[in-house]
């Protein structure tokens, strides 16, 4: 960059490109693009010719797949694709490309976006017509419809939801030009928040244009903008689109700014020229200087012009006198302002050649490199460049001026609309606000094959800016993971199969990315439902929860409000327990947490900040379920607790527990029967954790006794982290005090479902739970196994343990009654694990993500709010549609008679009949009874065809609306038997 950021004002006039896309010759994508641009090819395709006419060399810049598509993906059936002029189809698939280039979502979250655009009048309406039978039923309004240019952007802002104006612009040449300037106008009056503008010209099949001594087709197949040697210009096909946005918001918002658009102008030439089609010197002049006064910038301070530049004899000296004499206003300078053409690239792409100049100096402005204008060897001489302010820029220029990039690009229509803009390169952008290193990455896609695709191209992606070239078109220089992270997540659509991967860095994302590190599930249907479950004492240890205490706010604020409100009834702050600072306070803080009077509220804080922390992530617990201390928790989190009495409440029971005489307890892997005959000398079943997972409660002794038995008899049992006989008749001593402390506190019903862990079942949700329930609950053996069983009825359900370990998530995980639907997840890494806090927090909310939980994104990056960065954009799967024969098959559409209704189905029960003919309509080979007629790519003019299909084959009348309500095989079937039936009863006898 050359110049600082300085700040905005939020009413400035300036826009920001925020992202873009295209398809031009020889060029994928703009990368592609962009490269070839700076190598200086032409990538125009040149033919054989006509010997009648030895001195016309045909040449078109020529689209690689322009009958491609991805139908399925925009919602379209395989007839209406066929049938959808391939420049809409393109322009559909760059506006989406483009709003994930800015980092957003298409169909959410980027408030009113609108679309400007225009295209050119091609010929596919009459391909189409010429092979009426290869299309299947479909009516003249229907091609029409899919054919005209009229529909360009209400269809793109149709298909993406998006609410903000659909303008479609045609104003010739300088259409998509025009159209951004509206789109900027639009954003500065508040029409819109974001706008999509551009334009495509894509003739399928490819047309070489009529060719005519002295027109304005080149003869030698080449456009040479201002040469001597220049005789006309040579056509092109291309799609084009920006993604502009008011200036200040994308500051603000944190977007990839590629450039600033500081104004723009359009006018006409009106009368002042030779003729209708001519250009003139005075309309071009003065919506230059417009432009300049709008953008407030001197002449002498732009260094670059994309001129419109079309290489005719009568074009170039017009354009360039109108240059000078706008520059000459401001300056007296000669030779200090580069200009070029990049139609001496691709050729002249007609309602795309406007945003097609605009893409290459917005690249231009931000990689501070000025790429070749091609085929200029000397100059046109009716152009005086030695007295002007421009000279012709024929190799790749180094762009380093004093003060900021600035870049001025034209466009003129035939007719006379001429427009003009001027570019700048974007403000540096801020230093990013600290980030913690690990991140979770998200992808998802409509198919698995796509997934796998989009995982490929980000790794190569990231592998390019670990090496630090983010490659052609592209930043440079490293970027933040954290960037990378907030974009995936906020800037792409959810699809149904998805995948994830948490890093520290680039290296391990791409080892993650392309092994077997990422973490991949079957297609999501829809929201599951997810319970919290809340592990007792016993996993408890120093530094529960560090890494998100310091890095998550959400945690650290619930942390430190619990903390604040037990300093008087602990009297000490139990964040120096929690997360001592060095030696010496660790040894304390080990010490104080054997203390069950510090230890079980310590668990209750983090137990109760990781719920509201997931809470905030977005992710609300569908039901709650606690192991004895924990069910503190869940009944708290249920509402059936205030946070100050529970904490209360937690506080005291462990201080009555703590004054008991010393007990122990012992996790033994025995089925409950087997348990039973070990119990005597005070040693009670305390709980019953599973078909084999027990704990037994007594007093130390006795408790020590048996565990040496059971050791010396191979029995793996397991001490637990508690210095008292919960759930014993050790604690009835308390129960008293306990119960007074109850009686005390304001107690509510649940309000969220909640599973007894004493008794396995729902606590009622019309009843309060008392003195009695709790009382109960401290002495009865806990029945967890039961509390799992009852929650694994629901086949979809994932439990998410909320606290220190992995106790729960292994219980649950054993348990019999869990199927592979049922999804169990920690919180929490085990304390002798590697993984930190932070790490398997992430990775828990990246299997919920990719089991189809929606996440609140903006809560996980809480007070440091990342950037967005360009990605690579969805892996399309396009299939070729077009009426013409071909080597390969046409996409499942099957060649037929073309009347206005399909030929009835005659054969087979109406269920049969109904899906052949939802299958002729739509050009599908098969179609299920179960199968949506608007999943498929039916829409309401189709449904109308359906309803005369139907009457046709069942001699049944059925509206439209009907189709809407019963859109499937099978549901409309039983409203045609139906009423057939009704019919056939009012028949006369």
Not at 229 to 244: K, M, S, W
Not at 563 to 573: H, I, K, Q, S
Not at 691 to 711: E, I, K, M, W, Y
Not at 736 to 765: H, K, N, Q, Y
């Amino acid at each position: 960059m050359t110049q600082a950021a300085q700040p905005v004002d939020p009413d400035s006039p300036f826009l920001a490109v925020v992202g873009m896309a295209g398809r031009y010759p020889g060029a994928r994508d703009l990368g592609e693009f962009w490269d070839n641009l700076v190598k200086g090819a032409e990538s125009v395709t040149r033919f054989p010719g006509d010997p009648a006419t030895p001195e016309y060399v045909p040449a078109l810049g020529v689209l690689e797949d322009a009958d491609g598509f991805d139908a399925a993906f925009f919602g379209y059936s395989p007839r209406e694709a066929l049938i959808l002029d391939p420049q809409h189809r393109l322009f559909l698939t760059c506006a989406w490309e483009a709003l994930e280039d800015a980092g957003y979502d298409a169909r959410s979250g980027a408030g009113a976006v609108g679309v400007y655009a225009g295209s050119s009048q091609t010929g596919y309406l009459e391909t189409l017509t010429a092979h009426r039978d290869r299309l299947g039923p479909v009516s003249e309004w229907q091609l029409r419809l899919a054919t005209g240019i009229d529909f360009l952007t209400s269809r793109t802002a149709h298909r993406f939801g998006l609410t903000g104006p659909a303008v479609t612009v045609q104003t010739a040449c300088s259409t998509s030009l025009v159209a951004v300037h509206l789109a900027a106008q639009a954003l500065l009056s508040g029409e819109c928040d974001l706008a999509l503008a551009g334009g495509a010209s894509v003739n399928v099949p490819a047309r070489l244009p009529e060719y005519s001594e002295g027109g304005v087709i080149s003869p030698d197949g080449r456009c040479r903008a201002f040469d001597a040697r220049a005789r006309g210009t040579v056509a092109g096909n291309g799609v084009g689109i920006v993604v502009l946005k008011r200036l200040a918001d994308a500051l603000q918002d944190g977007d990839h700014i590629r450039a600033v658009l500081r104004g723009s102008a359009v006018n006409n030439d009106g009368l002042d020229k030779v003729g209708f089609t001519a250009p003139g010197v005075a309309g071009q002049a003065e919506v230059i200087r417009a432009a300049h006064l709008v953008a407030e910038v001197a002449p002498d301070s732009i260094g670059y012009v994309e001129a419109h530049g079309t290489g005719t004899p009568l074009g170039d000296p017009i354009e360039l006198a109108a240059l000078t004499q706008a520059f000459r206003l401001g300056t007296d300078r000669r030779g200090f302002c580069r200009i070029g053409s990049v139609k001496t690239n691709i050729g002249h792409t007609d309602a795309a050649a406007g945003v097609a100049g605009f893409i290459k100096a917005v690249l231009a402005v931000q990689h501070g490199l000025i790429p070749p204008s091609l085929h200029y060897t000397a100059p046109n001489p009716e152009i005086p460049f030695a007295d002007g302010p421009f000279v012709v820029n024929t190799e790749p220029y180094r762009w380093r001026p004093d003060g900021p990039r600035r870049a001025g690009v034209s466009s003129f229509g035939i007719g006379g609309t001429n427009a003009h803009a001027i570019l700048e390169e974007p403000p540096a952008r801020p230093g990013p606000p600290a980030a913690p290193a690990d991140q979770l990455l998200v992808l998802s896609a409509r198919t698995a094959a796509e997934l796998d695709r989009a995982a490929a191209r980000l790794a190569e992606h990231l592998q390019r800016q670990a090496a630090g070239a983010a490659g052609p078109g592209r930043e440079p220089g490293p970027v933040r993971l954290a960037d990378t992270a907030w974009t995936l997540q906020t800037g792409r659509h959810a699809f149904g199969h998805r995948r994830f991967a948490v890093a520290a860095d680039h290296t391990e994302a791409i080892e993650a990315l392309t092994g077997t590190g990422t973490s991949g599930h079957p297609p999501v249907g829809g929201g599951r439902p997810v319970a919290f479950i809340f592990p007792g004492q016993g996993g408890q240890h120093v530094g529960m929860g560090r890494e998100l205490y310091e890095n998550d706010p959400a945690f650290r604020t619930e942390v430190d409000a619990c903390c604040a409100r037990l300093v008087p009834t602990l009297g000490l702050d139990l964040r120096t327990v929690l997360y001592p600072a060095g030696e010496q306070q660790t040894a304390a803080a080990e010490e104080l947490l054997r203390d069950m009077g510090v230890a079980q509220p310590a668990v209750f804080v983090v137990e109760y900040a990781l719920a509201r922390m997931w809470e905030q992530r977005g992710v609300r617990p569908a039901a709650v379920a606690g192991h004895s201390l924990g069910a503190f928790v869940a009944a708290c989190v249920a509402g059936v607790f205030s946070l100050p009495d529970a904490l209360r409440l937690v506080a005291e029971r462990g201080r009555l527990l703590q004054g008991l005489p010393v007990g122990a307890m012992l996790a033994v892997p025995l089925a409950e029967r087997d348990a039973t005959g070990l119990l005597g000398d005070g040693v009670e079943l305390a709980a019953v954790n599973g078909p084999n997972q027990c704990v037994l409660s007594g007093p130390r002794g006795a408790v020590d006794a048996l565990f040496a038995r059971l050791t010396q008899d191979g029995v793996d049992a397991r001490r637990l982290h508690i210095a008292a006989a919960g759930h014993s008749a050790l604690v009835e001593p308390i129960l008293d005090r306990f119960a007074a402390l109850v009686a005390e506190l304001d107690l509510r019903a649940p309000s969220i479902p909640w599973v007894g862990d004493t008794t396995g079942e729902w606590v009622r949700p019309d009843r309060v739970p008392g003195v009695e329930f709790w009382t109960a609950h401290m002495r009865r053996a806990v029945r967890f196994g039961d509390t799992l069983a009852t929650l694994f009825a629901e086949p979809d359900r994932i439990l998410l343990e909320i606290g220190p370990g992995l106790t729960l998530t292994t219980l649950a995980r054993r348990h019999p009654a869990r199927t592979e639907r049922h999804l169990v997840l920690p919180s929490l890494p085990h304390p002798a694990g590697e993984q930190s806090a932070l790490r398997t927090s992430l990775a828990a909310a990246g299997q919920l993500w990719a089991a189809g939980v929606e996440l609140d994104w903006p809560r996980l990056h809480e007070g440091r709010r990342p950037g967005r960065t360009p990605l690579p954009t969805y892996p399309f799967s396009p299939q070729r549609y077009s009426p013409l024969p071909t080597d390969d098959p046409a996409p499942t559409v099957t060649a037929r008679p073309a009347p206005t209704v399909p030929e009835p189905a005659r054969d087979g029960d109406t269920e049969t009949r109904l899906a052949l003919i939802f299958g002729q309509l739509l050009g599908l080979e098969h179609v299920a009874a179960q199968d949506d007629f608007f999943d498929l790519g039916g829409d309401s003019l189709i449904a109308v065809q359906l309803a005369s299909a139907v009457r046709a084959a069942f001699g049944v009348r059925i509206t439209v609306k009907q189709v809407f309500t019963a859109p499937a095989p099978r549901r409309l079937a039983r409203v045609i038997d139906a009423a057939r039936h009704v019919d056939a009863t009012q028949q006369p006898a």
